[in-house]
């Protein structure tokens, strides 16, 4: 089975959704990994780490992502990546799924297996893979979990700085992105069936329900099937 890893497109984003030494770890569960030439660039780790690792290194990110059974990454794809994915492939990213309905549609139309990061399940069993507890964004995108918190700015109010820095996981993008590549070869790990050497999605597990939004076709997951059912102008 091919897992490939693509550089992210954001230039603002300076996180690495998988290291060397994770990805060393998924070659030895019997997977075949693939990862975008310079995807370790943005904290200078070379293109020769990944292949000391075991991984191979692409310079066809389209025929790369064609070819994939699992694509890894962080950011939900673009219009262009999404057309170069083959039909059945399992794409694992953050989504937004409740803001990005039209992405959720074009997963259906392209009967693309679509895994939302955020919608992992916060219990005991899942805690090994949940980014919203590793990639805690601490200002958020409204301004911060301080009711005097302003997006962006940082205020002093009663003798107390308030940093309303948004996505402050990109200025730490070295343990950040350790905290993730570990939180995504923990959910790859999870579903792998070491017979068949394939990530597999166990619909019957509690996580998988929580977090494969798409599968076959259709939208699997109640909530964002609910959302996409309400919102004006939306086909689902």
């Not at 996180?15 to 998924?26: I, N």
């Not at 200078?44 to 290194?57: F, L, N, S, T």
């Not at 790369?64 to 673009?78: K, T, W, Y």
């Not at 964004?137 to 005097?148: I, W």
Request: hydrophobic share 40%.
């Amino acid at each position: 089975m091919k897992l490939f890893v693509p550089r992210e497109v954001d230039a603002a984003e300076t996180r690495v959704s998988l290291l060397p030494a994770d990805a060393g770890k998924l070659v030895r569960l019997g997977a075949e990994v693939e990862v975008e030439r310079g995807l370790g660039d943005s904290i200078h780790i070379p293109d020769r780490a990944y292949e000391k690792a075991g991984a191979e290194v692409s310079g066809d990110r389209a025929a790369s992502l064609a070819e994939a059974d699992v694509v890894l990454r962080i950011s939900a794809p673009g219009d262009q990546d999404l057309l170069n994915l083959a039909e059945g492939c399992v794409h694992i990213s953050y989504v937004d799924p409740f803001k990005n309905l039209e992405l959720i549609r074009k997963f259906t139309d392209g009967r693309v297996s679509g895994i939302s990061l955020e919608m992992i399940p916060r219990t005991t069993i899942a805690q090994k893979m949940d980014v919203l507890s590793s990639q805690a964004n601490l200002a958020v995108e409204t301004g911060g979990n301080v009711e005097a918190s302003e997006l962006g700015k940082e205020i002093d109010r009663n003798g107390v700085t308030i940093i309303g820095r948004p996505e402050l996981e990109r200025m730490v993008p070295v343990p950040a992105s350790q905290m993730l590549s570990s939180n995504l070869y923990n959910l790859v790990e999870h579903f792998w069936h070491n017979e068949s050497k394939s990530f597999r999605l166990d619909r019957d597990d509690e996580i998988m329900q929580g977090c494969l939004v798409t599968h076959e076709g259709q939208i699997v997951n109640e909530a964002v099937r609910a959302a996409v059912a309400c919102a004006p102008n939306t086909e689902t």
